[in-house]
């Protein structure tokens, strides 16, 4: 009793977490989530997307931390915790919240092509039966859909806005510093799952698991395909914030432009 009782591990329950994979929504996040969540010194709590700091009614008051922390269970002092709820990424007060509660976390960001993001969002919705109007209609709509709605609604039918990645880094980088900030491509994810997998780790202070197979995850059937007067209206609208993102990361964003 006494010898099995000096060698069982010692856990602490959670008092911050160290790292949030913020966004984007269907750029990978449910499959990095996959991965994540199978390190044997991660631990990612018991739900994918726990929505504590997109929630506005937790931060009405004084916000309860202990009801982010309840997702998860004692850990060991070598394993760290991490949330993945892609939707921070894009609603505006979270990152601030975000760093009012630990302002050295660690961030994750996935960015996938903002107008095949658009309308695998728009896919998505379709198959879950939520979405009545097409594609063309939905994206052309959308202003006057989400002006006015609560959050939750509306960033059911954000398509468009959750792609304009420049505006929505410029406020991860006004408070968190690049070090602290991991970028990935969601093509260069998913062309190099492993190598991105392993700078992923890196980048957590991890190890990388030895054997990673290439998982898609969250796939849902296309009913079509997009066609080409979408493709142009949509990259005619996401051409400045392309450029921008660019700018930001020092990325070439080439493939995301027609």
């Not at 966004?23 to 739900?47: E, N, V, W």
């Not at 922390?69 to 949330?83: K, R």
């Not at 991860?172 to 510093?177: D, E, G, I, T």
Request: glycine share 4%; with cysteine; net charge positive.
């Amino acid at each position: 009793m006494y010898i099995s009782a000096m060698f069982r591990t010692k856990r602490r329950k959670i008092e911050r977490l160290d790292f949030i994979v913020a966004g984007a929504q269907k750029s990978g996040t449910t499959a990095l989530h996959y991965f994540l969540s199978r390190h044997p010194h991660i631990c990612m709590g018991d739900q994918q997307e726990i929505h504590f700091f997109d929630n506005d009614a937790m931060f009405l008051t004084e916000p309860n931390y202990k009801e982010l922390h309840e997702h998860y269970p004692p850990i060991a002092s070598s394993t760290i915790a991490g949330d993945c709820t892609p939707s921070y990424l894009y609603h505006e007060p979270a990152m601030q919240r975000i760093w009012n509660y630990n302002p050295k976390i660690k961030l994750l960001v996935l960015l996938r092509n903002p107008i095949e993001r658009a309308f695998a969002h728009w896919n998505m919705q379709r198959y879950k039966g939520i979405e009545p109007l097409d594609f063309f209609d939905a994206v052309r709509e959308e202003e006057t859909r989400i002006a006015g709605a609560p959050p939750a609604q509306a960033r059911r039918f954000a398509y468009l806005e959750r792609g304009f990645y420049g505006r929505q880094l410029e406020r991860v980088f006004k408070l968190f510093s690049r070090e602290q900030v991991k970028i990935v491509k969601f093509e260069e994810f998913k062309a190099k799952q492993r190598q991105t997998l392993a700078a992923i780790f890196s980048f957590l202070g991890r190890k990388p698991v030895r054997s990673v197979r290439n998982k898609d995850r969250n796939v849902v059937p296309y009913d079509r395909a997009m066609n080409w007067e979408e493709r142009v209206f949509l990259h005619n609208l996401f051409a400045e914030d392309i450029a921008k993102t660019e700018q930001l990361l020092g990325w070439d964003c080439s493939d995301w432009k027609l």
